[in-house]
Every structure is written in structure tokens, then in C-alpha cells.
């Protein structure tokens, strides 16, 4: 059985490097939801 910590949800994972500049998954997010709110206003 695998036990999760509630809080590791939250762990920053780097994701890849785009010539140098780490995408981590809050960047991820943050790109997405600009780009909902571009598309919806």
C-alpha cells in the first residue's frame, strides 16, 4: 500500500528545460490560466 503525505500535492517538480529556463508544473498552471482567461474575456 502506498501511503500518501497530504502535502505533496503541493511538491514544485521540474517538468523540462527550454534552453536553460527550468518549466516546473506551476509554470505549467500559470500558462494555462492565462490563456483561459485570454480566451474567456
Do not use: D, S
Amino acid at each position: 500500500m502506498n501511503y500518501f503525505q497530504p502535502l505533496e500535492q503541493f511538491n514544485i517538480v521540474t517538468i523540462f528545460y527550454l534552453k536553460g529556463i527550468p518549466f516546473t508544473n506551476l509554470t505549467v498552471y500559470n500558462i494555462l490560466i492565462i490563456f483561459f482567461f485570454f480566451f474567456i474575456f
